[in-house]
């Protein structure tokens, strides 16, 4: 059985509750697995400017037999276009890259902190929803703080935030203030990358017991959560596996013992927030 439902997002929209990642790749071959994962089954498709990928992905979709109303689309905002006007032409490039109307989950990618314009970009955003050329506005790698000054300078939170996390960067407390202001979290990177926890015992251990995969058992285990994970593979049998996780229940104790795995700082490189600049 295939993870089917969605979730409530706080704008009265709605996300699957898995999606599908694009980054790294690019051309043929990202045209190629995007068109794959709509045929599997995957609704949510992830992209951003910065992937530049978007003219490929917008292939693949034009290309698909599933019907445009039934794919939650996603791209984001690149740092160098923060600002207001700035994000007003950086979403119709996107609009045509992608060769579409409507965004379905427009993100600013990074909030840039020592440039300083997100909450412009965001004010941009809030208009293009109201204008209703998107449907749902959120970010990506944001913190509280920068959630919180949003909120104070528009009334308007996020409905989802995009975020590194996998076993050994769980996020707990920022998951947790998701939970409580009614944000989405998603996971980019869901599975750790080169890092993947595949070999720890604890969940070998958990995969064995419940007859899955060690990937699907991360996977599990963030739906589990209540996080939206967005796996990336350019290989068909891993996009099934990835998509088609058998609903088993893990237990509490099994899903605590996979966030033990978290470190500190556990990040796949030096991505925090506060100081990272991607423009």
Excluded at 142 to 163: C, H, S, Y
Aim: hydrophobic letters at 40%; glycine letters at 8%; proline letters at 7%.
């Amino acid at each position: 059985m295939s993870i089917s439902h969605a979730y409530p997002l706080n704008d009265g929209q709605s996300i699957p509750a898995i999606g599908f990642g694009t980054y790294p790749m690019k051309g043929q071959e990202a045209t190629d697995a995007v068109a794959n994962a709509l045929d599997i089954g995957y609704r949510l498709i992830d992209t951003a400017v910065n992937y530049r990928n978007e003219e490929a992905v917008g292939r693949a979709i034009a290309g698909s037999d599933v019907p445009r109303s039934e794919i939650t689309l996603a791209t984001k905002l690149p740092g160098r276009d923060h600002g207001y006007d700035e994000t007003l032409r950086s979403f119709d490039a996107s609009c045509a890259a992608l060769g579409v109307d409507v965004i379905d989950l427009y993100l600013i990618h990074w909030p840039n902190p020592r440039v300083g314009r997100y909450t412009e970009s965001w004010k941009a955003m809030v208009q293009l929803q109201k204008d209703s050329r998107v449907r749902s506005i959120g970010v990506s790698n944001f913190t509280p703080e920068f959630i919180e000054r949003l909120d104070a300078e528009t009334g308007v939170l996020p409905a989802v935030n995009q975020v590194e996390l996998h076993p050994y960067f769980p996020q707990e407390a920022l998951v947790a203030f998701h939970a409580e202001r009614g944000i989405i979290t998603e996971a980019w990177s869901p599975l750790g990358k080169r890092a993947a926890p595949y070999q720890e015992p604890v969940v070998g251990d958990i995969a064995a017991a419940h007859g899955i995969s060690a990937s699907q058992v991360v996977l599990r285990w963030h739906q589990m959560r209540g996080v939206v994970p967005i796996p990336k593979s350019a290989d068909p049998e891993r996009q099934r596996s990835n998509f088609e996780i058998p609903p088993v229940e893990l237990e509490a104790a099994e899903i605590a013992a996979i966030t033990a795995l978290g470190h500190a700082d556990g990040r796949l490189f030096g991505g925090n927030p506060e100081t990272h600049e991607e423009m």
